[in-house]
């Protein structure tokens, strides 16, 4: 996770909990369509701050949502969505702990759940994908491709296991932030624990990082980059879909932008790191706002138009 720290002249006092309509909705462009979108607010939850949030997933079946903060809290939402957001309601918190019973601090970064509705972690600072329970124990590691098993294989300890998602052909998908080393950092890629790879272009963007990805309704993917480079410049915020199904021999895939978001139209500088799918078509992002009060995390519903 790269930290950025946002200033920000909005200040906000809450008591309690606060689900606010945060901006008008809309077509963005003939790809995505924003359906709602919202800033959470919510008090701690015993010893839990609701802060810091890095992805989401969504149990369509048992209608719960699933949040992980990157400082290792797990958060339980009940959740249904249909034109709008219908219900969003906080249901509880728990500390990520170790198999030994331990507390896990920083830094996790992924989340996803498998055929089986079993919650699945990603993490930076170590490569490592760990299966949890639904309060936040960790049951089980998975083992990692052998070129992405060790830390020396990334460029920082901050550039590791970002997204996360479960295929239902493929299974278990992760990319890193950044392009692992001896890659070009415009060259990205999909990892799957069973060994197969898809790469990509990066945006041309400085600094574009991965931050999310999550599995479409065709099996190809949609992913989140980001790219900040300090307040003075411009912050982009991207979705993009990376076609499986349409790559070459040395597993080159086709990517399309779907949209672009910019601080220079107006978009501000949300730092949006988690996606889920919630529906056909339907997905939600989730901004981190760096366990700063002050600064909201904003919670976007949006479809991707067909």
């Not at 220079?264 to 799918?277: I, P, Q, R, S, V």
Request: proline share 3%.
């Amino acid at each position: 996770m790269k930290k950025i720290i946002i200033l920000t002249t909005i200040f906000i006092f809450f008591i309690g909990c606060t689900i606010a309509p945060l901006v008008a909705n809309g077509t963005v462009n003939n790809k995505i369509t924003i359906l709602e979108q919202k800033t959470l607010l919510f008090g701690n939850r015993g010893d839990i701050p609701f802060e810091g949030l890095s992805d989401l997933t969504y149990d369509k079946r048992n209608h719960k949502l699933y949040m992980i903060g990157d400082r290792g809290y797990l958060y339980t939402f009940e959740a249904t969505f249909g034109k709008k957001i219908e219900k969003l309601k906080y249901i509880n918190a728990y500390h990520i702990k170790d198999t030994h019973n331990r507390v896990i601090y920083p830094d996790i970064e992924g989340l996803t759940h498998n055929s089986k509705n079993q919650l699945i972690l990603s993490f930076e600072q170590h490569p490592k994908i760990a299966r949890i329970t639904k309060k936040g124990k960790e049951k089980y590691s998975y083992k990692l491709p052998k070129k992405i098993s060790k830390r020396s294989a990334f460029k920082s300890g901050n550039s590791m296991f970002e997204g996360i998602a479960y295929h239902p052909k493929y299974g278990i998908l992760i990319t890193a932030e950044y392009p692992i080393n001896r890659q070009k950092n415009t060259n990205q890629t999909i990892y799957s624990l069973k060994g197969k790879e898809w790469h990509f272009k990066a945006e041309k963007y400085p600094n574009s990082a991965v931050t999310a990805l999550e599995v479409m309704d065709d099996g190809n993917i949609i992913l989140i980059e980001r790219a900040y480079n300090g307040l003075s410049n411009p912050f982009y915020i991207t979705l993009k879909k990376v076609y499986l199904n349409k790559c070459n021999k040395k597993r080159e895939c086709k990517s399309e932008v779907l949209a672009t978001f910019s601080s220079t139209d107006g978009w501000g500088y949300n730092n949006f790191e988690g996606l889920a799918k919630v529906g056909k078509n339907r997905f939600v992002m989730i901004s981190d706002n760096n366990g700063r009060s002050l600064i909201p995390t904003v919670f976007t519903y949006f479809k991707v138009n067909k």
